[in-house]
Every structure is written in structure tokens, then in C-alpha cells.
């Protein structure tokens, strides 16, 4: 059974840094395209980062530039760095598939506010 827990949020202020962890269980993040997903209040959840199995990686333009995706094999882990946080980038951040195909964790919260 697959489970995917999310940590590493919080409440930063604009111009602060996070740094989002998951924990994949059931699962071998390394064969799989993982991504680090998003959701505002009363807005669709978003692709923000994702990453292959060969390790190349792209990202959302709204983050480009702040955002690295990355993960640890050994440790079965996927991390998202957030740098040069606004306050739009508040949301529910969530980890899965690409496309989502897992079950969807809790998410962890990340509120950039002054």
C-alpha cells in the first residue's frame, strides 16, 4: 500500500526559504517521475515541480528559478527548496506521481505572510 507523508511546512515570511520533505512508502520513488504538487484555497491543484526517474527536472514558471526539486534513492525521499517565497506561493503543498496516480497524502501547509 502506497502512502506518501509530507513535511517541512510552515508560516515565513516574503523573501524566506522552506524546505518540503516526503516520505514515500509502497513505492520506489527512484523508478517513478515524482512531483511536488500544490493547492490554494478555491484554485485547482497544480503542478509545481517534478522530476524523473533519470533525475532531469522541470518546474511550474510561476516558481522558476526558486523552487529545486530533488530526491534522496537511498532514503526513498523526495524534497522540494523553496526560495524567495510570495505570498501567492501559499498552499497545501502535496507529493505523488507526475499525473497523481497515488493516493494523496495530507500535504503539508506553507503560508508566506508578513
Known amino acids: 500500500q502506497v502512502q506518501l507523508v509530507e513535511s517541512g511546512g510552515g508560516l515565513v515570511q516574503p523573501g524566506g526559504s522552506l524546505r518540503l520533505s516526503c516520505a514515500a512508502s509502497?513505492?520506489?520513488?527512484?523508478?517513478?517521475?515524482m512531483a511536488w504538487h500544490r493547492q490554494s484555497p478555491g484554485k485547482q491543484r497544480e503542478l509545481v515541480a517534478a522530476i524523473t526517474s533519470g533525475g532531469s527536472t522541470n518546474y511550474a514558471d510561476s516558481v522558476k528559478g526558486r523552487f529545486t526539486i530533488s530526491r534522496d534513492n537511498a532514503k526513498n525521499m523526495v524534497f522540494l527548496e523553496m526560495n524567495s517565497l510570495k505570498p501567492e506561493d501559499t498552499a497545501v503543498y502535496y507529493c505523488?506521481?507526475?499525473?497523481?496516480?497515488?493516493?494523496w497524502g495530507q500535504g503539508t501547509q506553507v503560508t508566506v505572510s508578513s
Open positions: 505523488n506521481t507526475r499525473s497523481g496516480a497515488k493516493p
Open positions: 509502497g513505492m520506489i520513488i527512484r523508478l517513478t517521475n
